[in-house]
């Protein structure tokens, strides 16, 4: 089964940047949208970015102006440059595809933690 693998996680001081990729273990075809959540302990998983494949994007307002989600339909692969980060920005972040035909993708989760 295709699975999304991400990768970049890690530790920042707050102000600091991190990027974070994402890209399927195999070949999913016609993703609509390709997007981050991310989720704390406790709380429900949120959504911080989206991306369609002609390039439509949207963030949650906690993070715009600060991080920017891009996309290669070539690779099918999505990415979240994160900027001036925030102790609050701390989170296993998840990065989501939705396919046609009600199909979705979660990857395996990544951790981000920035330190004050």
């Known amino acids: 089964q295709v699975q999304l693998v991400e990768s970049g996680g890690g530790l920042v001081q707050a102000g600091g940047s991190l990027r974070l990729s994402c890209a399927p273990s195999g070949t999913i075809e016609r993703v609509n949208i390709k997007g981050w959540y991310r989720q704390v302990p406790g709380k429900q998983r949120e959504l911080v970015a989206t991306?369609?494949?002609?390039?439509?994007?949207m963030y949650a307002d906690s993070v715009k102006g600060r991080f920017i989600v891009s996309g290669d339909n070539v690779k099918n692969a999505v990415y979240l440059q994160m900027s001036s980060l925030k102790p609050e920005d701390t989170a296993v972040y998840y990065c989501?595809?939705?396919?046609?035909?009600?199909?979705?993708?979660w990857g395996q989760g990544t951790q981000v933690t920035v330190s004050s």
């Open positions: 989501h595809f939705r396919a046609s035909m009600l199909r979705a993708y």
């Open positions: 991306i369609t494949t002609v390039g439509n994007t």
